[in-house]
Nanobody, 123 residues
Framework: QVQLVESGGGLVQAGGSLRLSCAAS????????MAWFRQAPGKEREFVAA????????YYADSVKGRFTISRANAKNTTYLQMNSLKPEDTAVYYC????????????????WGQGTQVTVSS
């Protein structure tokens, strides 16, 4: 498994932007599919975006398509989530996840998880 640490969360006004980062340990980062999930208070954790190991394939939830962009820098062992045009309903704890299989949209498809970073969007 790989160790993951998220950063970049914070408080932003509606319409604003944030970029989340997920730093991974290990020397085989490019073999891992990476994903972002989020969990709002009282709700289940949900898929946001995923990217293949090479970065050549990306997938998005319909709710963020066109506003969020997932990317990765394999030389830096880091995955990013650029979030634009943020809405109050984007408020959640955002989690980074990794797995040697995938990328997929299911929580059960990821073996490694970060501790999460809070994103709060005010109206």
């Amino acid at each position: 498994q790989v160790q993951l640490v998220e950063s970049g969360g914070g408080l932003v006004q509606a319409g604003g932007s944030l970029r989340l980062s997920c730093a991974a340990s290990g020397r085989t980062f490019s073999r891992y599919a990476m994903a972002w999930f989020r969990q709002a208070p009282g709700k289940e954790r949900e898929f946001v975006a995923a990217i293949s190991g090479s970065g050549g394939s990306t997938y998005y939830a319909d709710s963020v398509k066109g506003r969020f962009t997932i990317s990765r820098a394999n030389a830096k062992n880091t995955t990013y989530l650029q979030m634009n045009s943020l809405k109050p309903e984007d408020t959640a704890v955002y989690y980074c996840a990794a797995d040697l299989n995938g990328p997929g949209r299911l929580l059960t498809g990821y073996a490694s998880w970060g501790q999460g970073t809070q994103v709060t969007v005010s109206s």
